[in-house]
């Protein structure tokens, strides 16, 4: 663990010196785009404030809601801009059902939109990070009872299903990972807004953001330290 650790430290050393050699003679920062769900538009500011200087990141606008809306809107979402990191998850819309619960959302149909989906991000060129979904509630789920009329408890088999799918489909695409389900399920007491609400406090989406920017700084240092530099 402590090799892993200095071989992470030693990389991202090495890309803040070559952003900075960038900086210095006039070259345009990389450019991220973030892409994903309520829980995304909460770490996203807290991103940018981590990766100031060092990368230029957006999102899209609105939220990406399941698979099915990401299918539709992907091209719109990604625009004309030549992206170097694209950082993106779908997940709890998929598991929960909200405002799609007509069609067919299975884990085995989430998996198959997202190899549809992976496939168009990698035809962008960018290096893709995949953040697992961040944890299920453990109550039934209420933040949507008063739109959609559903209050939703999801079981661990079926959290798993979903989890695996997308770990599928990013195994077999080469797609690195950012676990933010494993980063924040030993935390979720602490930074939950509530056992029945999917979404977290402001602290939480600041430990989320720092582990997006950490994931985002790897990726990066890697490309800039790559053949192709």
Known sequence: MKSLLFKIT?????????LAEDRAQGKELPKVLIMGDSISIGYTPHVIENLKGVAEVRRHKGNAGPTIRGVARIEEWLGKEQWDVIHFNWGLWDMYGWEYHKEDL?????????ESLVGRLKKTGAKLIWATTTPACPANETTMERRFKQDIRISPELERKYLESALAVMKKHEVEVNDLRAFMKPQLNKYAIADNNVHFTQLGNRKLG????????????AKASGPNK
């Open 10 to 18: 030693l990389s991202l050393l090495c890309s803040f010196m070559v």
């Open 106 to 114: 299975s884990s085995e149909a989430y998996g198959k939109r997202l």
């Open 210 to 221: 720092e582990q997006v920017a950490k994931a985002i700084q790897f990726v990066l240092s």
